[in-house]
C-alpha cells in the first residue's frame, strides 16, 4: 500500500546547529503536510506544499517539495530550544475521493541541547 | 480557530470495561478521525468518518468501534478495554472544501488499562 518514509527517526543537536528530516513517499502525492507535536502536546499543522520544486519558508524552517512530488523535506537553520517536537511529514491516500485520509510519516523526534 | 475538544486528557479504566472517548469540533467539518499514537510508531489510524453515520476501517480498527451521530461529534468506543489498548488518542477532524486534507487535531486523551 501507500507509504510515506520517513529519516531520522531521531535527531539530537547542539543549539543554532541545522536540522533536517526527509520523507519520501511510495506514490506521487497532490500535496504534502508537515506538522508538529511538541512534547506532551498534539500535533498542529504547519504547512501545505502543492506544486512540484515548490518551497516556502516560515522564518527559520524551508519547506521543499521535490520535482517529481514524491519527497519533501524540512530544514531548520539555527536551532532553538523551541523547535524541540516531533515533526511529522503526511501525503493524502490517492485513492480517497473523499474523506481526506493522510498517510502520516513516522515522525522525526528533534532534541536540542543548549 | 479551529478547535477540536476531546472530552479527557487523562482516563484510567479496568480490562474488560467499557469506555467512551468523545471528540467535538466547531468548524463544520466533514471528515472526522481516531489514531492512537505509540512511542516509535507514529500515528495510526482506527478509523474515520466522512459524513454523519458513515464511518469506515482504518489500519488498526479491531477492538474498536465508532459512533458519528452528528457532524459535530465523533465517539470512540472500546468494547471490551484490554491493557494493549492503553494508549495517547488523538481525534482530527478536516474538511474536503478549502485547504483541503489539512487535519486539526485535539488535545488528546491518554488512556490506561489496568
Known amino acids: 500500500g501507500q507509504q510515506v518514509m520517513q529519516i531520522p527517526q531521531y535527531q539530537h543537536v547542539q543549539e543554532g546547529e541545522d536540522f533536517t528530516t526527509y520523507c519520501n513517499s511510495s506514490?506521487?502525492?497532490?500535496?504534502i503536510q508537515w506538522y508538529k507535536q511538541r512534547p506532551g502536546g498534539h500535533p498542529v499543522f504547519l504547512i501545505q506544499?502543492?506544486?512540484?520544486?515548490e518551497v516556502k519558508k516560515q522564518k527559520r524552517l524551508t519547506f521543499q517539495f521535490g520535482e517529481a512530488k514524491k519527497n519533501s523535506s524540512l530544514h531548520i537553520t539555527a536551532t532553538q530550544t523551541t523547535d524541540v517536537g516531533t515533526y511529522f511529514c503526511a501525503g493524502p491516500l490517492l485513492t480517497m475521493e473523499y474523506g481526506n485520509k493522510l498517510v502520516f510519516g513516522a515522525g522525526t523526534i528533534l532534541r536540542v541541547k543548549s | 480557530d479551529v478547535k477540536v475538544t476531546q472530552s479527557s486528557r487523562y482516563l484510567v479504566k479496568r480490562t474488560g470495561e467499557k469506555v467512551f472517548l468523545e471528540c467535538v469540533q466547531d468548524m463544520d467539518h466533514e471528515n472526522m478521525f481516531w489514531y492512537r499514537q505509540d512511542p516509535g510508531l507514529g500515528l495510526r489510524l482506527i478509523y474515520f468518518?466522512?459524513?454523519?453515520?458513515?464511518?469506515e476501517k482504518g489500519d488498526i480498527p479491531e477492538g474498536y468501534s465508532v459512533s458519528r451521530e452528528k457532524k459535530e461529534r465523533f465517539s470512540l468506543i472500546l468494547e471490551s478495554a484490554s491493557t494493549n489498548q492503553t494508549s495517547m488518542y488523538l481525534c482530527?477532524?478536516?474538511?474536503?472544501?478549502?485547504?483541503?486534507?489539512?487535519?486539526?487535531f485535539g488535545a488528546g486523551t491518554r488512556l490506561s488499562v489496568l
Open positions: 506544499l502543492v506544486k512540484s520544486g
Open positions: 506514490t506521487t502525492l497532490s500535496n
Open positions: 482530527a477532524s478536516g474538511s474536503d472544501r478549502g485547504n483541503k486534507n489539512i487535519q486539526y
Open positions: 468518518s466522512y459524513d454523519v453515520k458513515m464511518k
